[in-house]
Each structure stands twice: as C-alpha cells, then as structure tokens.
C-alpha cells in the first residue's frame, strides 16, 4: 500500500509539474535563505575568528598607567611576573613613532617597537627571512632591526635588506630580518612596523619604564587563576592602586566574540525560518486546490474501495515530496550562494552537516504539518458528493 500510494503521488507531482513547482518555491527559497545566511555567518565567524585567535588566545596583555612614584614595570618587575606559575613567557613592548632613513629614502611616522626574544619565540610565524631578536642583542643593546613588509616594499624594494644599515631616530642599525606580511585583523598587523631589542628601545626612544607587557600562559584554560596571580604581583608593586593598570585576557574577548556570533546566526536562521513557514502555507493552498481539482479522483477511488486512510497517506506523501525536494534545491542552491559570497568577501566557504540536517529536516515537518490538514479533507469527503462533480 505504502509503495503503491508513493507511486501515485510521484505521478500526479510530476503530470502536475507547474503547479508542483510553484508549490515547491517556497520551501526552495526558506531552505536557500537558511543555508546561505548561516553559512556566509559561519565562514565569516571561522576567519575573524582564526585572526583573533592568532593575536594570542594563550595571551594575557597587561597595561601599566602606573603611579606617581611608579611610572611603569622594570626588569624586576618582568621576573616577578615571569615566576608566576602556568605562565611561559614574558614580553614587554616600548612603542614610539620616528622617522627613518636608507640610502636618502624617508619615512615618517615610523612604529618603532622594543621586543625581546620571547615574542619570536611564541610565534614562529612572524618572521620571513633572517633572524629573530635573542638574549645577547638584549643583553648588549644591540642596534639591530627587524622590519615590516611595507618599509621592505618602500626601502628596499628588489633588493634582499638583510644586512643593509637603517637610521631609525638619528642611530644606525643594521637589519637583520624581515617580518611576515600581515593581513585582515588590524590588531595584529607590523607591516609598517620596525621591531628592535627592548633594551635598546628604552635608551633610543628615550623612554624610562615599561608600559605594556605580553604574558604568554602554558595552559589558556587557567587564564582566570593566573591573572589573580599576577594581580598578586602588581598590586604591592603599585601600593593597591586600582587604577595603576589594567589586564586583558585575549581568551575572554575570543569566547565573547565567538557566543556573539553564534547568537547573530540563530537569528539569522530564525528569520529565515519565516520563509519555510510562508512555503509551508502555500503547500497547504496548492494542496487544498488540488483536492477541488482531483474530487472526482477522490470518489472513484473511494467508490472502488480506497479507505480514508489511504487517501489521506497519499496527499501525506506528496506534501512531503514536495517538501523534501523543494528542500534538496534550496540546500544546493543556498549552498551556491554561499560559496559565491564567501570568494567575494574573501572568507573561508564552510558548510555543516548540522546545518543541512536542519534546513531539509525542517522542510520536511513542514511538508507534513502543512499537508495534514489538506489529506485529512481529502480523506474525510463523501464518495457520493464526489461523483456528483462528474
């Protein structure tokens, strides 16, 4: 029976095909909405979300305004912090702007940042060519240089730099590497950047403390423990002063980005939901007119024997073929939109099975939510008042 009534709803959708098709349009639509806008978001989210993650989700920034008898840290103040436990290293950042000059070549508004060997060392990703900053050019206050990817393009442009001199603040220093080119998240770019040791940050920029530090931790998911411990390390250096520093946890901001965005693509799939909805309802117009149309198919069938619930079965399934077919070409077609979205502004193109799962499932209790009502009236009409309409 159940074949049989399969058999004949696949044959009146297809003797039937326009009127399928506009049937279908809306689930098509509804489907292709959901598919598109949580698969653009999710793309979206995955790439600024990988940016993020790659400024230091196992990093803690710690910003020092300090006191009027404590300006800022000092070396003490790094190896106090650097004993916490779970934290694996420590590094301070002196930050300035200057000019710089090679070979009768200016540039102004240069960044100039003091580093020290731990911030290569936590990404080794950072570097293009050369070598990075290490202990000795720390300890000697070399004048050594690592510089971004555009003061390569507009100092050295065709030329290797490595081993050139660079005037930065009226001190020569001789490059010994390159930065990687930075993009997306502006956070994280030092392509305009000249790195030199932090040492020699603090004599060349004229500058007397640390402003800024980097903490790097072993373990992100006790991020919460060791800025207590930290605190515990800033607090009596800054004699309890609340508004001596701040600390930023990279992992918090990580976290809250990812729940806002997840939140954004809940709605986002709710009001596309709409458009299933309103598909769902002109399954139930189309079928309630195919019944006025079929009346006389209706009573024959019920004269030669068909039971109610075998009437209804079939109206049942061609609902739900509709639905899940109309399902299948909004999935695809969503996923085209998608795809195409994702090249044009540049994001990664992912789509889950969660999210198909969900589009097609929810198109087919559509199908059988909005068909019920019109099957049960086809099921329940009187073979006698059918014929009537021969």
Known sequence: MLLESIKMSYENIVRNKLRSFLTMLGIVIGVASIIALITIVQGATNSISNQVTELGANKIIVNVMGTPLKQGLNDEDLRN???????SGVSPTISGKTGIITDGKVLENVTVQGKNEVYFQTDS?????GRPINVLDLASKNQVAIIGSDIVNELYYGVDPIG????????TYSVIGTLKASSGFSMGSNNDSVVIPYTTALRSLGVKNISSLDVFLEDATLADDTVTEIKGVLNPAFNYKDDAYTIFNMGDMIESFETMMSMMSMLLAGIAGISLVVGGIGIMNMMLV??????MEIGLRKALGATPNRIQLQFVIESIFLSIVGGVI???????IAYG??????????????TIALAVGFSGVVGIVF??????????????DALRSL
């Open 81 to 87: 912090i650097s004993q916490v436990e779970n934290i």
């Open 125 to 129: 990703s950072l570097l293009q060519s």
């Open 164 to 171: 050139k001199e660079l005037v930065v603040n009226g001190t």
């Open 290 to 295: 195919s019944i006025t149309e079929r009346t």
């Open 330 to 336: 909004g999935l695809v077609l969503g996923a085209l």
């Open 341 to 354: 979205a994702s090249l044009l502004i540049g994001t990664e193109f992912s789509i889950s099975i969660a």
């Open 371 to 384: 068909g019920y009502a019109p099957a049960r009236k086809a099921s329940r009409l009187n073979p006698i």
